[in-house]
């Protein structure tokens, strides 16, 4: 089994909401990853943890913050977000015999 | 600064035909490669993943790798129009193995 989960499947927000997405994985993998994606683009790497430690961080704003409760749930809380964050959010996981990430279904956030 | 490389294509080719996607990659270290399928509006979906030197089949999917040449294929036999999306190269940093540098995509398009 390799599914990752994510809920909302979509979300739209004005800019002074706050509002959270979840994933969850049940495949023991330890590292987790929140990516970015725009249209026509590749994923961009945000946040990732590793075993419940949030190891790299590429610089995003703080109007995103990551949150990991355990090894099997992370989340991504967003607060004044703005209209150029919309985009598509993936989570993804992998596990430490394969480095091989596999993504959730996505969680289409628009921003107003 | 560490690229991978695929022609945006579009690429089309005729339903049964072989579609060929390539791709390059500048970080010599680089150990792992994955392609990834992923249509319009969802996430990216794991095709295959190759190590080593050499071919590596799954069903109607080859992909090759050349660490020499520092490239990378992925063959897909008796194309079918599902199988027109955006295939996503991607390495594993060498200097980070939580890190994936991805190509643009190519997209395909298998014409009935």
């Known amino acids: 089994d390799t599914e990752v989960t994510q809920t909302p499947k979509h979300l739209v927000m004005g800019m002074t909401n706050k509002k959270s997405l979840k994933c969850e994985q049940h495949m023991g993998h330890r590292a987790m990853y929140w990516y970015k994606q725009k249209a026509k683009k590749p994923p961009e790497l945000m946040f990732v943890y590793s075993y419940e430690k949030l190891s790299i961080n590429e610089s995003v704003p703080s109007r995103f913050s990551p949150e990991c409760p355990n090894s099997s749930l992370l989340n991504l809380h967003l607060h004044a977000l703005q209209p150029e964050d919309s985009a598509l959010y993936l989570c993804a996981s992998t596990g430490d015999a394969s480095n091989t990430q596999y993504f959730g279904p996505g969680t289409r956030l628009t921003v107003l | 600064q560490k690229e991978v490389e695929q022609n945006s294509g579009p690429l089309s080719v005729p339903e049964g035909a072989i579609a060929s996607l390539n791709c390059t990659y500048s970080?010599?270290?680089?150990?792992?490669f994955f392609w990834y399928r992923q249509y319009s509006g969802k996430s990216p979906e794991l095709i295959m993943s190759?190590?080593s030197n050499g071919d590596k089949e799954d069903g109607r999917f080859t992909a090759q790798l050349n660490k020499a040449s520092q490239y990378v294929s992925l063959l897909i036999r008796d194309s079918q129009p599902s199988d027109s999306a955006t295939y996503l190269c991607?390495?594993?940093?060498?200097?980070?193995?939580?890190?994936?540098?991805w190509g643009l995509g190519t997209s395909l398009a298998v014409n009935p």
């Open positions: 970080d010599r270290g680089s150990q792992s």
């Open positions: 190759i190590y």
């Open positions: 991607a390495a594993l940093n060498a200097g980070n193995n939580r890190k994936l540098i």
